[in-house]
């Protein structure tokens, strides 16, 4: 029987990689241990639902904090993903049939949990004909129908298997924010995300736009990798290129020894300074920090990004 809390079960496609050492990581990396109730009572609740989350399955240093406040990020279409990205904690396999009544059980624990605001991420189901795009449209309008006044963030695989179709499926759905991130520099992706293509992933983002084009798109990369700073430069560039609203910059971590190695903890100066570029190239929110995370402080984000738009299209109209 297969044991996901045993790295060579989680990760069977990473048994053969040599180990990479981890370093020690700085003093501003570190995260107190989870002890709130507010921890407890968020995790009683995605117990009694059978729901997964991402915090966990990717072993968010955030999620201590986030949890005592009773936000999770939640996984749906299971626990496997059918690709296997060497900086992804994600179990890597051949995943279980969807499960029709899970939409029904996330938009339950939303309307227990009453969040504000609720993110969705899901593993890759290359394995369906659509990736899982009317799973995701049946979880928001579930979401919509118990919680109608609870905004939907969205963080989704890149459909690089499917039709048009798909995308547009979950576009029509209506989320408030759709998120894909592009993880690392297009120099990187042959190592870091094999299963994926850097240019799809924008192509993807850009679409979104142009489908809806009141819709909020954001997106993220990892530093610490091996990128170099005009390599962080340039995607920046081609978010804009594909009218990107929202990016996020996060310092990688490292898993497991079988996990791509930590080239270097970026100083929280660099993240700054990135932050700046990011702003001053027309981002309408950014959020750049060593801990920084797609779904971390989303709330808060979304509403200044909102806020954002409505200050940029007031001063469009002087």
Known sequence: MRDLNIPESRHPEKAHRADNAQPKKPDWIRVKAPTSKGYQDTHRIMREHGLVTVCEE???PNAGECWSQGHATMMIMGEICTRGCTFCNVATGRPDTLDAFEPGRVADAVQKLGL????????????????GAEHFAMTI????????????????????KCPPSALETVVAAKPDVFNHNLETVPGLYQEVR??????????????????DPTMFTKSGIMVGLGEERPQVLQVMDDMRSADVDFLTIGQYLQPTPKHHAV??????????AYEKSAYGKGFLMVSATPLTRSSYHAGDDFARLRENRLKKLGEAAV
């Not at 979401?143 to 905004?151: A, E, G, L, M, Y």
């Open 116 to 131: 504000n605001h609720v993110v969705i991420t899901s593993v890759d189901r290359d394995d369906l004909d659509d990736g």
């Open 263 to 272: 080239a270097r903890f970026i100083h929280p100066d660099e993240f700054a």
């Open 194 to 211: 094999p299963g994926a293509r850097y240019f799809h992933s924008l192509r993807l983002l850009q679409r979104v736009k142009e489908l």
């Open 141 to 160: 309008r579930a979401i919509r129908k118990r919680s109608p006044d609870t905004t939907i963030e969205i963080l989704t695989p890149d459909f690089l």
């Open 58 to 60: 990717a072993g968010c």
